[in-house]
């Protein structure tokens, strides 16, 4: 990545951005008919983790890995959960909503990154949740995410 791109997670505000993302957004889902009684014994940490989780795969700190299990972990809260396909679209949507809500940038680049990690790690959390409590997860490393095609966030037209 060129030394001037930002990570995503420094372009959508740092860990105090995301933080107020979770925060709205799992308000949203505890009072959702859907989705909510999928999150019904969810601890009061559960929001700031998963903000931790997504800036460290934007490429922010590691703390996710460091202090929270890693990939691994969170691959396990997943397992046996069996969500369906239904619940996965309605999380998707609260969570779209709770992005407008709190600011996140609007940035045709930015979104579409944003966009497309959350439909590849929606989709590969209802896969694992069809996986029994057993299972053991592989030890994977934790996946990073950046601009894709578009290589960067939006810059204005250069004045002629
Ligand atoms: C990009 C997509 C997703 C990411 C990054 C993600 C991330 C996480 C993380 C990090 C945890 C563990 C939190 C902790 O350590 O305390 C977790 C738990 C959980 N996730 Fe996800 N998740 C995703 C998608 C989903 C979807 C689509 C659903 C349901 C529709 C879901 C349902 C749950 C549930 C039920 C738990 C356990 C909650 C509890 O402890 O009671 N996740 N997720």
């Not at 009072?31 to 460290?56: N, Q, R, T, Y």
């Not at 691994?72 to 999380?91: A, G, I, P, S």
């Not at 940038?105 to 990690?117: G, L, N, T």
């Not at 949740?129 to 996946?143: I, N, R, V």
């Amino acid at each position: 990545m060129a030394a001037d791109v930002p990570t995503l997670y420094d372009w959508a505000g740092g860990s105090e951005n995301l933080n107020r993302l979770t925060a709205t957004f799992y308000a949203k889902v505890a009072k959702d008919p859907v989705v909510g009684p999928v999150f019904k014994a969810m601890s009061s940490d559960h929001p700031a983790h998963v903000a931790a989780f997504i800036g460290e795969v934007f490429g922010g700190p590691k703390t996710y890995s460091e202090q929270h299990g890693g990939h691994r972990e969170m691959v396990m809260h997943h397992l046996d959960r069996h969500l369906t396909e239904e619940q996965r679209r309605r999380w998707i949507s609260l969570l779209m909503d709770a992005a407008d809500e709190v600011g996140l940038p609007d940035d045709p680049e930015f979104r579409s990154a944003f966009a497309a990690y959350i439909e590849w790690g929606s989709r590969l959390a209802r896969m694992n949740s069809t996986l029994g409590a057993t299972c053991d997860p592989e030890q994977e490393p934790m996946p990073q995410w950046g601009w894709g095609v578009p290589g960067g966030p939006y810059t204005p037209p250069a004045k002629s």
